[in-house]
């Protein structure tokens, strides 16, 4: 089995340690004998392909950052959408998250979104910022991440990715954070996300894995120990 993860404008959304949630997803494959290849793709780089692309990683970067990358990926909006409904694996963080969608509404401008999701982003007074802590109910594992964003998402009628336990959310009031639809997973949380959840990395690559084998059986275990241990303090420091 092989599982190709394509990394979308690395040289200009990598907030936080981003790049680690590709690490982390090539390294939790490799650990269990699936083959994993990591392509990036740049804003110097040509034609976007993603006829062969199982998971999509879409990271964070400031508003100038989501500037230059929207007008980019707004040329490819029909395949991206095309590749979300038809089941592809799409993670996105931050900016990311709110590139997705229909706009994200700044003080003098508005960016255009790909409209992958039926959400919208506006620029709020403040920021958000710190440690968070979610409950989501596909997993048995807290969520636990740093958020930092000028931007209120207003995710209308789909699902957030968890309840907040710790933490502000997608805009601090409603107690909802992310966004799950089809096989797409959006939310604030940097970090990097992944190497603290390791339930919610293997979910990802579940359904990747699911979407590509007829034939996938699930996957096997690894000792997580060390990246529990990472989750289990941050929930019971900010969890009471």
């Not at 409950?135 to 957030?160: C, M, W």
């Not at 939310?187 to 339930?199: D, E, R, S, V």
């Amino acid at each position: 089995m092989k599982i190709k993860i394509l990394h979308l404008y690395p040289d200009l959304l990598n907030l936080y340690g981003d790049r680690g949630n590709i690490e982390c997803m090539r390294r939790r494959l490799l650990w269990r004998g699936i083959d994993a290849e990591v392509i990036t793709h740049t804003c110097d780089d040509g034609a976007l392909d993603i006829s062969d692309v199982d998971i999509v990683f879409l990271g964070g970067g400031s508003d100038r950052e989501q500037k230059i990358v929207c007008s980019r990926l707004l040329e490819h909006k029909k395949e991206l959408q095309d590749y979300v409904e038809d089941g592809g694996v799409l993670v996105a963080v931050c900016g990311g998250y709110q590139l997705l969608g229909r706009y994200y509404k700044l003080e003098d401008e508005t960016i255009e979104g790909l409209s992958i999701l039926d959400i919208y982003t506006e620029q709020g007074k403040g920021r958000l910022i710190g440690n968070i802590v979610l409950e989501a109910d596909f997993l048995d594992q807290k969520i636990v991440g740093f958020e930092n964003h000028g931007g209120r998402t207003y995710i209308g009628s789909h699902k957030p990715l968890g309840r907040v336990l710790s933490g502000y959310g997608n805009e601090e009031k409603s107690g909802a954070e992310g966004v799950v639809y089809k096989n797409v997973i959006a939310t604030y949380l940097h970090g990097p996300l992944l190497p603290k959840n390791p339930a919610l990395c293997d979910h990802i690559l579940t359904a990747a894995l699911r979407r590509k084998y007829a034939d996938f059986k699930g996957l096997t275990p690894l000792d997580d120990e060390l990246e529990n241990k990472a989750n289990n303090y941050i929930v019971k420091r900010f969890v009471k």
